[in-house]
């Protein structure tokens, strides 16, 4: 080779890029589940699952197999039985009530992509027990080939009740103290009582077996019984959070000082501080104006500014 000869460049490799690969096929037969799989119910309700399922389009007429476990986890022994019935538009598919025909499985002839819907239905008894869970496993399969096959889960568990109950206005604390007294020796599963200072007529009870807490209730003096449905958390929150003791006072209130050495006397809001939770007053009777810093929870407002 001379040494004139150059050599030939080398040809730069090409980036092939890579093919991406294919999405994971379909399954070809597959429950679609409306809702959460998971949910908490209170002890006394129900809960339904709206699901369905498609045949495969494939031409061919199909013979669908269904079958359902349940797999109930209890807290405690003795927890009563949940209720668990699937049905479709026609009727009960199956369900676990003693008068029920608990068919080994179920079978439905459908058209090629026909589409079939059911409910299944969980019940909680009133007596459950805070945390007892009931797990519901619907299998779905393809007669002609077993391959073919879903299976949803679903899952309910068992949560504590808020209800409020009418009480005689005046009486909120009375009635409180009798059902703890009353709930504290039987298994009822009450957590907590609240009666709020601010809301008269009403008490509010957090418990699990509801049927008992009315019987409860019933013989208790100065309670018209428990409002029909269950009270949201979320209504009687702000109850639970404390507020700044100056909250609901503005500067030009009218006060009395129920504490402290100028207690009586009734004076001028002049001034607020929230970091502190101090109010700044003018005293009314002070023959020379000074004012006097106190705190916001010394006070009780006569007259608001205008």
Partial sequence: MS?????????KEEHKKEAPAPPPAAKALQFNIQGETKRMMASGDATEFEMSLKAPDDGQPHTLVIKVDTIFSATEEGSPEW????YDAIGAVWENTPSADQA??????????QEKTFTLKITSPTGARYGDKITVLVNASLKENPSMNDVA???ATARQSMLAVKTSIGHEKTVADSIASRAKPKPIG???????ATIRGYVFVEAMNTDMLRDIVKGVRRTRGIVKGETTFAEIEHFLTPKPIVSGIVEGDIVEL???????EKARVQQIDHNKEEITVELFEAM?????????????VLEKER
């Fill in 3 to 11: 040494l004139f000869d150059v050599a030939e460049p080398k040809k």
């Fill in 83 to 86: 209720f668990v019935k699937l």
């Fill in 104 to 113: 080994a499985e179920r079978t439905f002839d459908m058209m090629p992509g």
């Fill in 153 to 155: 889960t679903l899952q």
């Fill in 190 to 196: 009450v957590f907590a009582i609240l009666s709020p």
């Fill in 258 to 264: 129920i504490a402290g050495p100028f207690k009586g």
């Fill in 288 to 300: 020379v104006p000074i004012p006097v810093t106190i705190r916001g929870d010394h006070v009780r």
